[in-house]
T-cell receptor, first 114, second 113 residues
Framework: GAGVSQSPRYKVTKRGQDVALRCDPISGHVSLYWYRQALGQGPEFLTYFNYEAQQDKSGLPNDRFSAERPEGSISTLTIQRTEQRDSAMYRC????????????FGPGTRLTVL | KQEVTQIPAALSVPEGENLVLNCSFTDSAIYNLQWFRQDPGKGLTSLLLIQSSQREQTSGRLNASLDKSSGRSTLYIAASQPGDSATYLCAVRPRQAGTALIFGKGTTLSVSS
């Protein structure tokens, strides 16, 4: 595609519900990254993939958070039993490969947990 | 642990002024440094990327410098315009910590006409 796309753009959910956030990277990009950005802060790393392999998940805050990229393209970030503190902008980025210089970011998903 | 700090947090200038945004990082072992622009409701737009071996990069009215030994980078914007109003984020890619970017909190710029 022309750029990284994410869906939904906005998600409002009630505490305790599960949510799934989707990222569609630029076609042909091997590496995919998930970041979380709180208001007034810079994005913080969550996890990243090369092809379908999850290379680093050290940034996932707890075991309610998980991510997958089963076919090495689209990725889903799942948050189980959401809490209010999970409210944030979730950003996805992709790059040609792990040694590529530049990461290209999507528009983000704004998650609000009531 | 690598930390990235951006000063000032917010800046208001009249149209036409030249301005400098500052970024500092605590660990000089970086692969590169990137400046992004963030507009409300939109993604992050990459402005300039400086490799660790480079001293500066230029794109139009933007010039970014890197002094790796002192852990500093500056983004210079010449002849500012109202359309430059946005949040500017600085991010480093550590050499030893994989490919995840570490971001500062950003500088929010407002240019008035």
């Amino acid at each position: 595609g022309a750029g990284v796309s994410q869906s939904p753009r906005y998600k409002v959910t009630k505490r305790g519900q599960d949510v799934a956030l989707r990222c569609d990277p630029i076609s042909g990009h091997v590496s995919l990254y998930w970041y979380r950005q709180a208001l007034g802060q810079g994005p913080e790393f969550l996890t990243y993939f090369n092809y379908e392999a999850q290379q680093d998940k050290s940034g996932l805050p707890n075991d309610r958070f998980s991510a997958e990229r089963p076919e090495g393209s689209i990725s889903t970030l799942t948050i189980q039993r959401t809490e209010q503190r999970d409210s944030a902008m979730y950003r996805c980025a992709s790059s040609l490969g792990p040694n590529s210089n530049e990461q290209f970011f999507g528009p983000g998903t704004r998650l609000t947990v009531l | 642990k690598q930390e990235v700090t951006q000063i000032p947090a917010a800046l208001s200038v009249p149209e036409g002024e030249n301005l400098v945004l500052n970024c500092s990082f605590t660990d000089s072992a970086i692969y590169n440094l990137q400046w992004f622009r963030q507009d409300p409701g939109k993604g992050l737009t990459s402005l300039l990327l400086i490799q660790s071996s480079q001293r500066e990069q230029t794109s139009g009215r933007l010039n970014a410098s890197l002094d790796k030994s002192s852990g500093r980078s500056t983004l210079y914007i010449a002849a500012s315009q109202p359309g430059d109003s946005a949040t500017y984020l600085c991010a480093v890619r550590p050499r030893q910590a994989g490919t995840a970017l570490i971001f500062g909190k950003g500088t929010t710029l407002s240019v008035s006409s």
